[in-house]
Structure formats: C-alpha cells, structure tokens
C-alpha cells in the first residue's frame, strides 16, 4: 500500500478509509440483521465495487424489489470492467477494515465471517446526497447477500472467482 500522503487529493478524498468503512459496516449491518450471522469476508470485498461505481449504484437503488444478481443480468454492462473494478478496491476495503478493527468495531470470526459490534458505527446520515446514496446501496446488498446466502452462487453470477 502506497504511504497516504503520496496518493492523489482525488483518491484520497474518494476512497477515504472512514468513509469506505461507513459503507462496508452498512453492508455487514443489514447482512447480520437478516441472516443472523457474521457476513463472510468474501462477500464484503463486493461491497465497494457495487456501491461507488455510480451505474451500478442507482441501478440497485432504482431495483430494490429485485435481486441484484437479477439487476447485473438485465444490466451485464455493469459488468464490464467489474472483476477488475473490484480487484482495484480491495487496498481500500483493507484500510476501512483496518480502521473498523482499530476502533473496535468489527471482529473477525475463525471461519472469515465479519461482524459488527452493536452501536460502534453511527448510523446518522452521511454529509452529502451522494454518500447518502452509497451507504443505502449497501444496505440494499446486504439484505440482498443474505437472502442469497451463497458466496459461490454470487461470485459465478458476476462472473468472478474469489
């Protein structure tokens, strides 16, 4: 990982660990609420992909009746690019997840699984429309990745490996 002081004003304001942290504890929240159980690792390196890519974003906030596995088949164009969009934001998902570690607000079961501590992470609404709207995306994945409760059946859907 590249020192932060070297890294471009723009990536660090857009792929800021706090505010990728807010994202991926939404995610984790609504996975846990639904499924009763942590939200494996594997799962959680979607989150970013899907919530700040700005297509794929509305396109599951406009289709939240729908699966999103269903919304990235009636949209493969959202999936171009998309194996190497979520390679490219794992760096990011480690720093959030190394801040959320460091402030006590996740543990990490033995088998992989992501849990959020209760009232760790506040829930308040986020600065900015925008933010807002990433936050909700996560949500919305989160329910939707524990209804799945399938790792593999979500990444070969994607067309992706782990």
């Known amino acids: 990982m590249r020192d932060w002081s070297y890294r471009p004003f723009e990536e660090r304001n857009l792929f800021n660990p706090a505010f990728c942290a807010v994202v991926l ?71 959030a997840f190394a801040l959320l570690a460091s402030k006590d607000c996740i543990k990490v079961g033995a088998d992989g699984g992501i849990s959020l501590i209760p009232r760790r992470v506040s829930p308040q609404p986020l600065s900015t429309e925008d933010a807002e709207r990433c936050r909700a995306a996560a949500v919305v994945l989160g329910r939707n990745f524990a209804q799945i409760n399938d790792r593999v059946t979500v990444y070969t859907s994607l067309s992706i490996r782990p």
Do not use: W
């Open 25 to 95: 504890a939404a995610a984790i929240r609504e996975y846990e609420r639904i499924s009763g159980k942590p939200m494996p690792y594997s799962l959680t390196l979607l989150v970013l992909p899907m919530c700040l890519h700005l297509n794929s974003r509305e396109q599951i906030l406009e289709n939240k009746r729908l699966s999103v596995l269903r919304v990235f088949a009636l949209r493969p164009d959202l999936l171009v690019d998309f194996a190497e969009r979520a390679r490219s934001l794992v760096q990011y998902a480690t720093e």
